[in-house]
Antibody
Framework: EVQLVESGGGLVQPGGSLRLSCAAS????????MNWVRQAPGKGLEWVSY?????????YYADSVKGRFTISRDNAKNSLFLQMNSLRAEDTAVYYC????????WGRGTLVAVSS | DIQMTQSPSSLSASVGDRVSITCRAS??????LAWYQQKPGKDPKLLIY???TLQSGVPFRFSGSGSGTDFTLTINSLQPEDVATYYC?????????FGPGTKVDIK
């Protein structure tokens, strides 16, 4: 069974940093491209970042996070990461780890709240 | 960047009705379009990919059509369990973009 479990969310002050992790199981992680998608409270889905399969040589970011967020993966540990720096109030959202394009599996999400 | 719009933003229909939701891309995206269903408090579920291919396990009352810039998700015979918000996703090229969503409820 495919499982994606996010962790690392929490409350952070504006300008602060957080590192999200996603532990993957039930499939050959290195074979799949991965994404982060977020959803602000009461709002729609927003794609955040993409990393290609295997070596992760292809990476994309939404304009709203470019230069502040960094996606990475560790295939040996079946893990996906999102380093988030210079956080803003508008980054407050549930962050989902999501497999493939089109996305076929989602984690349950981890809440990031940016507030003073 | 290619923009995605959806219409209507919300709709209310009776059980058994046929319901259609439209997604429009500002430029052609061939058939790189997926549809998702999100129920309150839950993660999204893939319904349709490649514009018209039904994901395994999804009820046959869901169907998708379209290519290029105009796409439609149809629910034949709306059921109470279909109450949800529906999103389209364009995945042809970066940036990958969701539509703003269509909220469906029962009249």
């Amino acid at each position: 069974e495919v499982q994606l479990v996010e962790s690392g969310g929490g409350l952070v002050q504006p300008g602060g940093s957080l590192r999200l992790s996603c532990a993957a199981s039930g499939f050959i992680f290195s074979n799949y491209e991965m994404n982060w998608v977020r959803q602000a409270p009461g709002k729609g889905l927003e794609w955040v970042s993409y990393i290609s399969s295997s070596g992760g040589r292809t990476i994309y970011y939404a304009d709203s996070v470019k230069g502040r967020f960094t996606i990475s993966r560790d295939n040996a540990k079946n893990s996906l990461f999102l380093q988030m720096n210079s956080l803003r109030a508008e980054d407050t959202a549930v962050y989902y780890c999501a497999r493939e394009l089109p996305i076929d599996y989602w984690g349950r999400g981890t809440l990031v709240a940016v507030s003073s | 960047d290619i923009q995605m719009t959806q219409s209507p933003s919300s709709l209310s229909a009776s059980v058994g009705d046929r319901v259609s939701i439209t997604c429009r891309a500002s430029q052609g995206i061939r058939n790189f379009l997926a549809w998702y269903q999100q129920k309150p408090g839950k993660d999204p579920k893939l319904l349709i990919y490649a514009a018209s291919t039904l994901q395994s396990g999804v009820p046959f009352r869901f169907s998708g059509s379209g290519s290029g810039t105009d796409f439609t998700l149809t629910i034949n015979s709306l059921q109470p369990e279909d109450v949800a918000t529906y999103y389209c996703l364009k995945y042809s090229t970066d940036p990958f973009t969701f539509g703003p969503g269509t909220k469906v409820d029962i009249k």
